[in-house]
T-cell receptor
């Protein structure tokens, strides 16, 4: 059973550019959540996808968007990158249902210069 | 507004010691409280979780104590080992909103010296 995998592991972008981060869910998991973790901080919830539809969103602007595909993999897109977007972006999958444990990937480290 | 406050920010103990990490929450709708362990370069990994209908839960060397009236919960690590050196995060979520929508504390960096 493979865990949550994310790509790329590291990425450097320039302010104003757009970026796409990818995530493959753990087998059997139909729910994907994305979190942003700034250096020295706890993860912050961006949004969640369940069966290809957004199912909850945190306090992030619309330039953060996502997709979930029929195989439950997911993408996080960020437009008009800002310096403060520099962070570790974590994808987590879960089997869904109340109190389902989240299984995190190792993240994508995004640096915006 | 920080909904989950975690302390201390960092903690150093000797091998065999019992580090204690504390968290306090504000939102009374929270009813699921997990703890995550994160090593450098890795994603957080679930250690143990508790719901408010119990006051304590043990899994191996890890124990959560929960005080619903005070809206506080804590993690105790018994017989701590150097391999436990990591950053620990408490978190909370309301079941209605889905346990995937966790609110995390800012983390505690634990160092266990040999």
């Amino acid at each position: 059973e493979t865990g949550v995998t994310q790509s790329p592991t590291h990425l450097i972008k320039t302010r104003g550019q757009q970026v796409t981060l990818r995530c493959s869910s753990q087998s059997g998991h139909n729910t994907v959540s994305w979190y942003q973790q700034a250096l020295g901080q706890g993860p912050q919830f961006i949004f969640q996808y369940y069966r290809e539809e957004e199912n909850g969103r945190g306090n992030f602007p619309p330039r953060f968007s996502g997709l979930q595909f029929p195989n439950y993999s997911s993408e996080l897109n960020v437009n008009a990158l800002e310096l403060d977007d520099s962070a570790l972006y974590l994808c987590a999958s879960s089997p869904g249902g109340p109190n389902s444990p989240l299984h995190f990937g190792n993240g994508t480290r995004l640096t915006v210069t | 507004q920080q909904q989950v406050k975690q302390s201390p920010q960092s903690l150093i103990v000797q091998k065999g010691g019992i580090p204690i990490i504390n968290c306090a929450y504000e939102n009374t709708a929270f009813d699921y409280f997990p703890w995550y362990q994160q090593f450098p370069g890795k994603g957080p990994a679930l250690l143990i979780a508790i719901r408010p209908d119990v006051s304590e839960k043990k899994e191996g060397r890890f124990t959560i104590s929960f005080n619903k009236s005070a809206k506080q919960f804590s993690l105790h690590i018994m017989d701590s080992q150097p391999g436990d050196s990591a950053t620990y995060f408490c978190a909370a979520s309301p079941t209605q909103g889905g346990s995937e929508k966790l609110v995390f504390g800012k983390g505690t960096k634990l160092t266990v010296n040999p």
